[in-house]
């Protein structure tokens, strides 16, 4: 079983909708949540950053954990077509990251 | 955010040859520096972990001899592919961790490597 498990996608959806990305992970040891935006051809960028359980809110985007579920979440609110990119879930523990493989998302004008 | 910068953003070598990536840490000090390959509609897959001062430690599947690391500073850490072959080429970031808090990390630009 994989660490974490993320659903590929794509996701396309219109603008200004709300968009709900989500992973799984396996270990309930695990703390430390991320979530990267990555677009074409570039690095990935830090976009939220949880410890434990609970919501974050950073203006549009919220992350959710669920740990009684293993569950994680990143919903975009009033999504833009400068949103399109690749989501990345990512969990520390053990000394490693763990990501997985990332959810396209394509917001149409 | 911390700033991590990587270069060259993208090299074309001929086989053979030899290219070095470095990987740079702006704005803080880097602990730990990891070097990922991303191929085109993939994750991260991670080729080795490097602390500064000490030698990397490779994934399984990564020969050593190949990708050789350094981080010879709390800034800077580099990978130079020998002897490239065109299956090398690929999609190489690089990503750190800062001294002050090891479960964040923060990423470059990436390397988009062709061999020719």
């Known amino acids: 079983q994989k660490e974490v498990e993320q659903d590929p996608g794509p996701l396309s959806v219109p603008e200004g909708a709300i968009v709900s990305l989500n992973c799984t992970y396996s270990?309930?040891?695990?703390?430390?949540f991320m979530w990267y935006r990555q677009y074409s051809r570039k690095g990935p960028e830090l976009l939220m950053y949880t410890y434990s359980s609970g919501n974050k809110e950073d203006g549009r985007f919220t992350a959710q954990v669920d740990k009684s579920s293993k569950y994680i979440s990143l919903f975009i609110r009033d999504s833009q077509p400068s949103d399109s990119a690749t989501y990345l879930c990512?969990?520390?523990?053990?000394?490693?990251?763990?990501f997985g493989s990332g959810t396209k998302l394509n917001v149409k004008p | 955010g911390a700033v991590v910068s990587q270069h060259p953003s993208w090299v074309i070598c001929k086989s053979g040859t030899s290219v070095k990536i470095e990987c740079r840490s702006l704005d803080f000090q880097a602990t730990t520096m990891f070097w990922y390959r991303q191929f085109p509609k993939q994750s991260l897959m991670l080729m080795a972990t490097?602390?500064?001062?000490?030698?990397?430690?490779?994934e399984q599947g990564v020969e050593k001899d190949k990708f050789l690391i350094n981080h010879a500073s709390l800034t800077l850490s580099t990978l130079t592919v020998t002897s490239a072959h065109p299956e090398d080429s690929s999609f190489y970031i690089c990503s750190a961790t800062s001294t002050v808090q090891n479960t964040e990390a923060f990423f470059g630009q990436g390397t988009r490597l062709t061999v020719v």
């Open positions: 990512a969990i520390f523990g053990f000394n490693k990251f763990y």
């Open positions: 270990n309930s040891a695990f703390q430390y």
């Open positions: 490097s602390n500064e001062g000490s030698k990397a430690t490779y």
